[in-house]
């Protein structure tokens, strides 16, 4: 697009925006013979909504049990020890980012990011009304968080069980019960004794002796002649049982830079951080400069403050996919290993 017609453009819609701005006023105040009282007419309805919405959840309530468990015990910690669900999201999240950053710092520019909406979108068009296609970059980008957040409450309330490592919705596990599901183990054959759930994530033998686990724990014979026993844990899976190892350890950082002796440099070497350091800023400078090389027009929509605002918040929600993918795909912690913080 030229710079002529981009001129054009802007002008054009600098009026609209206008004949919109007015007409925003008119409807903030209306004359008397267009508007009508608070009560009864928009009351009713507010009152008609409280009254279906409580029944729903009464009916809710009565049909489904809440997922509570057993009274807490002092000497057994849960395993895994699950958040409610609603903050499980955040949970997850500890999975693929240091504490301070899930915890702390996400959800602070998530409450941010909220009160900057209306400095940033001043886009007047599809207000009071679901429009798609004249507000796709705000309805999408808002739409992706929503998903996202959802989808961690999902995977961490029922893809996660034992020491917090995955599962599928149809594997057994003992431990505490997900709402909604009900996960019922076969026997295993064979061995000395099976430990059966007795207090939800509590695992008892034959002998009395209590193993704090969400696992099926299983006693096998040990080697011959020596009466010991070896305890192993199981899995049903695939309509088998299957034995837990544990997972292999997971590098903190991308080292591929070694010294003159060929010894791989630490992570928190300063070649190493910065490599981190050059692909978190490669990853927020793209989100900068490529819409607004794609789509000159969306950029001198918002303007400067607001373009920069609105792709560093974006380029957020995206790097946290980003980073997921990084543990799950590539199997490194971080990205960035420092004396002081990790991401």
């Known amino acids: 697009m030229d710079k002529k017609t ?5 002008k054009h819609e600098a009026k609209e925006r206008d004949a919109l701005r007015r007409k925003m006023q008119r409807l903030q105040n209306p004359p008397p013979e267009e508007s ?29 049990d809440a997922p509570l468990e057993e009274i807490a015990n ?7 020890a699950k958040a ?17 950053l899930a915890g702390v710092v996400l959800p602070t520019l998530i409450i941010v990011g ?16 679901f429009a798609p296609k004249e507000r796709p970059f705000a309805l999408g980008v808002f739409g992706f968080g929503m998903f996202l957040w959802f989808a961690l409450i999902v995977f961490g309330l029922y893809f996660r069980g034992t020491n917090w490592d995955l599962y599928m919705p149809t594997d057994c596990w003992r431990g505490a019960q997900e709402p909604f599901i009900y996960r019922s183990c076969p026997d295993l054959e064979g061995g000395l004794a099976m430990m059966e759930g007795t207090l939800g994530s509590e695992m008892e033998n034959e002998e009395g002796a209590t193993f704090s686990s969400g696992a099926v724990f299983h006693l ?3 080697e011959e002649g020596t009466g010991t026993a070896i305890g192993k844990s199981y899995v049903w899976r695939g309509g088998a049982w299957e034995e837990l190892t544990p997972p292999p350890a997971i590098p903190l950082a991308w080292t591929p830079l070694k010294d003159v002796d060929g ?9 190493h951080m910065a490599i981190g350091l050059v692909i978190l800023g490669s990853w927020h400078i793209a989100f900068l400069v490529i819409p607004a090389l794609l789509n000159p027009l969306f950029f001198r929509r918002l303007g400067l403050w607001r373009y920069g605002t609105a792709m560093l918040f974006t380029g957020m929600i ?11 795909i590539f199997g490194i912690k971080y990205i960035l290993v420092t004396p002081w913080l990790n991401i």
Not at 84 to 100: A, H, I, M
Not at 114 to 129: A, E, Q, S, W, Y
Not at 263 to 271: C, G, I, K, S
């Open 263 to 271: 010894n791989t440099l630490a992570p928190d070497h300063p070649y």
């Open 74 to 80: 002092h000497a057994h910690t849960p395993n895994p």
């Open 6 to 10: 981009l001129s054009r453009f802007l």
């Open 318 to 328: 995206f790097g946290v996919v980003g980073k997921i993918l990084w543990r799950l």
């Open 36 to 64: 009508v009282f608070t009560w009864p007419a928009l009351i009713k309805q507010v009152v008609a909504g409280a009254v279906v919405l409580t029944v729903l959840l009464t009916i809710a309530s009565l049909v489904f």
């Open 84 to 100: 409610p669900w609603y903050f499980v999201g955040l949970q997850e999240l500890l999975v693929y980012f240091d504490p301070w």
């Open 220 to 222: 096998e014979p040990g």
């Open 114 to 129: 909220l009160i900057l909406i209306p400095f940033v979108d001043t886009n007047l068009k599809g207000i009071g009304r």
